[in-house]
């Protein structure tokens, strides 16, 4: 008769791919399958887990490559390059955080080669190598001092030096050109830009300040000498001197009227004629000093003589006996000359000159008008209807009358310093101001939202991988290692139908038993039964044979009881 494990060995054997499977070859696989889902779950998590990489640095050279990865692993920070290798990616959340840290590093320094090209010269290197050479070097530290300014990202510079000649005619002049990439919302002025220019320009040998073109990443043309200013071709600080006069004088009127009428209820604009010339003057002048004004005597010199009177000479008539005229001496009299007085006495004839030197009143000045005087302000006021409310709420708009007209008007000539003698000129105008045209803002669908779709984007990336982590566990790794463990639904219910069937077989052996017990405790009460009967009957016999009379008793009894 067959038992229950000769059947189990004779059950064919399943063939995959030509394996046997086997109970201890299905036992591997299943290992091998449940380590492959535990590795794919752990990527899955990790992928979970990983943070969004946005790009750092793109575009650089090998040597700042080099350096910025040597300094993200010294700091410990996340790094992975891009599909192409061109950019460096690190954790979106520390972007400017690293590029803050690396700035304060020097890096990126850029690819620009300065004078460290010089030191690595190679022997027997021709003339014309050495002079290449010579003019990268001296572009890349251009370069640099241009990227030293605070609105320039990056700079290169282009140099076109010619060959020298010993002919005076034949001798060209060296140009440059140079392209700024200005950091984003940044703008050079006027100054900035001309200061770029001599900075090149006093670099090189012989370049001319006309000679340097500066263009920005836009191609917007920078140092185009060749457009004049409106304001009588005022240099740069000059225009910019007048811009923030023009500015400061706005300011004033508007700081000043707006309590009065509202901040947005007043428009204000002054023009000014600023005179940037400079002029000297020397001016001398000589006033008389005749009376009242006081005279100062500088020298003073008399003399007198006296003697006989002369004889009368002369041709007689009457202008020879006419007594001499008072003699009068002049203010200034000429050099080597002296005023004569002659008198005459009646006694005799005296002789008395004198000489008086005075000081001439004499005035020098000097003036010196400075630069930037101005010369005449016009300024041109805007405001706003007024308006009021009334007690029911209802809003309305007025103009202004010619009191609160002529206040404001008193007020500006103060404000901008009003000076009629200097031709200045002031307009007040009261208007009602054109309302702005309401903008209505699009509303965007909550699904289009940038913040909504990237807190989407982030949330939806940890639901996904939640939700493969469980597929994988529930639909694939617990019953793969309930196979291996033996504890899978067909397991189990072949093992629970080998326990029912080993309860069976213990029921009908314990049940066997208890029948065998039960048999041979039948045969033993049988077997005692037929022992004590036997017992019984030797007794009787043996009190028959002995005492007869007893046993006709016990057989009398027996039959009286019937």
């Given at each position: 008769m067959a038992t229950a494990n000769d059947a189990t060995l004779e059950t064919p054997v399943p063939v995959v791919f030509g394996i046997p499977q086997t109970p201890a070859v299905r036992t591997i696989l299943l290992s091998v399958g449940a380590a492959f889902t535990i590795a794919l779950m752990v990527g899955i998590w990790l992928w979970s887990q990983a943070p969004d990489y946005r790009v750092l640095f793109s575009n650089f050279n090998d040597k700042d490559g080099g350096a910025i990865v040597a300094s993200l692993q010294q700091l410990n920070i996340p790094y992975k390059y891009s599909d192409g290798g061109g950019a460096i990616l690190v954790p979106a959340n520390q972007v400017h955080d690293v590029r803050l840290k690396l700035a304060s590093q020097g890096l990126p320094k850029g690819g620009n080669v300065g004078f460290e090209l010089m030191e690595n010269q190679k022997l027997g290197i021709s003339q014309f190598l050495e002079q290449v050479n010579f003019q990268r070097a001296l572009e890349g530290e251009l370069a640099r001092s241009i990227q030293a300014v605070s609105a320039v990202q990056t700079?290169?510079?282009?140099?076109?030096?010619?060959?020298a000649s010993v002919f005076v005619r034949e001798q060209q002049k060296p140009t440059a050109s140079v392209l700024l990439n200005l950091y984003?919302?940044?703008?050079?002025?006027?100054?900035?830009?001309?200061?770029?220019?001599?900075?090149?320009?006093?670099?090189?040998?012989?370049?001319?300040?006309k000679n340097v073109t500066v263009v920005d990443q836009n191609g917007n043309l920078l140092s185009d000498t060749s457009k004049q200013t409106a304001n009588n071709n005022l240099d740069p600080s000059q225009l910019k001197y007048v811009q923030e006069f023009q500015l400061n004088i706005v300011k004033k009127i508007e700081s000043i009227?707006?309590?009065?009428?509202?901040?947005?209820?007043?428009?204000?604009e002054a023009t000014a004629d600023i005179d940037f010339s400079r002029s000297e003057q020397a001016a001398e002048t000589y006033r008389p000093n005749s009376p009242p004004e006081a005279s100062t005597i500088r020298s003073q010199q008399t003399s007198e003589s006296y003697g006989k009177p002369a004889n009368?000479?002369?041709?007689?008539?009457?202008?020879?006996?006419?007594?001499?005229?008072?003699?009068?001496?002049p203010i200034t009299a000429p050099a080597g000359q002296d005023a004569q007085a002659n008198a005459s006495t009646n006694t005799g004839l005296t002789q008395k000159d004198s000489t008086v030197n005075f000081e001439v009143d004499k005035t020098i000045r000097y003036t010196q008008q400075a630069m930037g005087g101005l010369k005449r302000l016009s300024v041109a006021v805007v405001v706003n209807y007024k308006t009021e409310t009334d007690k029911s709420g209802k809003t309305t708009t007025r103009a202004l009358t010619e009191v609160e007209k002529n206040q404001i008007t008193d007020l500006v000539r103060e404000a901008m310093g009003y000076n009629k003698e200097r031709g200045d000129t002031l307009n007040v105008v009261n208007s009602p101001f054109a309302a702005p045209e309401k903008v209505t803002a699009e509303d965007v669908p909550?699904?289009?939202?940038?913040?909504?779709?990237?807190?989407?984007?982030?949330?939806?990336?940890?639901?996904?991988?939640?939700l493969l982590l469980m597929?994988?566990?529930?639909?694939?790794?617990?019953?793969?290692?309930?196979?291996?463990?033996?504890?899978d639904p067909a397991s189990l219910r072949k093992e629970k139908e080998r326990e029912a069937l080993e309860a069976a077989a213990r029921a009908e052996e314990e049940e066997a038993a208890i029948v065998d017990l039960n048999n041979k405790e039948q045969e033993t009460n049988n077997k005692q039964q037929l022992s004590s009967y036997e017992i019984n009957m030797d007794m009787a016999k043996q009190l028959a044979a002995s005492d007869p009379k007893i046993v006709a008793n016990v057989i009398k009894a027996w039959v009286s009881n019937e």
């Open positions: 700079a290169r510079v282009h140099l076109a030096i010619p060959k984003p919302g940044r703008v050079l002025d006027q100054q900035q830009v001309s200061a770029i220019v001599h900075l090149v320009a006093s670099s090189i040998p012989e370049l001319p300040a009227i707006s309590p009065i009428v509202g901040p947005q209820n007043v428009r204000a009368a000479s002369g041709i007689p008539g009457a202008l020879s006996n006419q007594p001499p005229v008072p003699a009068t001496a909550l699904w289009k939202q940038a913040d909504v779709l990237q807190t989407a984007k982030e949330v939806g990336k940890y639901v996904i991988g939640a597929y994988l566990f529930f639909g694939y790794l617990k019953p793969t290692l309930n196979k291996i463990m033996g504890k």
